[in-house]
C-alpha cells in the first residue's frame, strides 16, 4: 500500500535556525499539502501545492516559510529562522490520484514531524 | 469561517462500551463532513465520510450522519475494542477546494 514518508520523525532546533521537514508523498497523487498542529490544539493547514506552484496559504504561512518539489518525489516544508511558537507537529498530505475520475476529497497524510524550537 | 468544533477532552472508556463523540461545524454553504482517526505511531487516516446532508458514512462499525439541522457529525460505535484506542479528528473540506478545516481531536482510551 503506497503511503506518504516524512522524515525527520522529531527535529530539535535552536531559535533562529532554518529546518527543513522532508515529505515524499505518493508518487501518482497531484496536489500536496503540509498541515500542523500545535500541542493541544487544532490540527491547522499550512499550504496546498499543485502543478508545481502554491495553490492555497493560510495566513500562518508567512514569509517565514517556503515549499518546493525539488525532485519528481520530495515536497519539502523549509521554515527560515525558527521561532518558539512555531513548535509543532507538522504533517504532509497528498491527494487526487493521477487520472481519477473525480476527487474523494480524501487526503492521505504521513506521520508527522515533531518540531521542538528551544 | 468555516470550523469544526469536537468535545473537549480525553475519552476513557471499557471495552464493548458504547462510544459518542461530539463534532459540530460552522460552515458556509454545503461542505463534505469527514472523521479521520490517528493510531499510535500512525499518520492520519480516512475513517469515514458524508458529502452531503442526511449521508451516513460507515467504517470499521463506527457511523457518522451528516446533520444540516444540528450543523452536527457526531462519530459513534456500538462496541469498542482496545485496537479502537486513537485519536480521532473530524473535519470539513472547504466548497470548492481540497483543503480541510479541522477539529482538536479526541483521545479514545479502551480498557480491557
Known amino acids: 500500500e503506497p503511503e506518504v514518508t516524512q522524515t525527520p520523525s522529531h527535529q530539535v532546533t535552536q531559535m533562529g535556525q532554518e529546518v527543513i521537514l522532508r515529505c515524499v508523498p505518493i508518487s501518482n497523487h497531484l496536489y500536496f499539502y503540509w498541515y500542523r498542529q500545535i500541542l493541544g490544539q487544532k490540527v491547522e493547514f499550512l499550504v496546498s501545492f499543485y502543478n508545481n506552484e502554491i495553490s492555497e496559504k493560510s495566513e500562518i504561512f508567512d514569509d517565514q516559510f517556503s515549499v518546493e518539489r525539488p525532485d519528481g518525489s520530495n515536497f519539502t516544508l523549509k521554515i527560515r529562522s525558527t521561532k518558539l511558537e512555531d513548535s509543532a507537529m507538522y504533517f504532509c498530505?497528498?491527494?487526487?490520484?493521477?487520472?481519477?475520475?473525480?476527487?474523494?476529497?480524501?487526503?492521505?497524510f504521513g506521520e508527522g514531524s515533531r518540531l521542538t524550537v528551544l | 469561517g468555516n470550523s469544526v468544533t469536537q468535545m473537549e477532552g480525553p475519552v476513557t472508556l471499557s471495552e464493548e462500551a458504547f462510544l459518542t463523540i461530539n463534532c459540530t461545524y460552522t460552515?458556509?454553504?454545503?461542505?463534505?463532513l469527514f472523521w479521520y482517526v490517528q493510531y499510535p505511531g500512525e499518520g492520519l487516516q480516512l475513517l469515514l465520510k458524508?458529502?452531503?446532508?442526511?449521508d451516513k458514512g460507515s467504517n470499521k462499525g463506527f457511523e457518522a450522519t451528516y446533520r444540516k439541522e444540528t450543523t452536527s457529525f457526531h462519530l459513534e460505535k456500538g462496541s469498542v475494542q482496545v485496537s479502537d484506542s486513537a485519536v480521532y479528528f473530524c473535519?470539513?473540506?472547504?466548497?470548492?477546494?481540497?483543503?480541510?478545516?479541522f477539529g482538536k481531536g479526541n483521545q479514545v482510551v479502551v480498557i480491557p
Open positions: 458524508a458529502t452531503k446532508a442526511d
Open positions: 498530505a497528498s491527494s487526487v490520484r493521477q487520472g481519477a475520475l473525480r476527487n474523494t476529497g480524501e487526503l492521505f
Open positions: 473535519a470539513l473540506r472547504y466548497y470548492g477546494n481540497n483543503r480541510l478545516a
Open positions: 460552515a458556509t454553504g454545503y461542505p463534505s
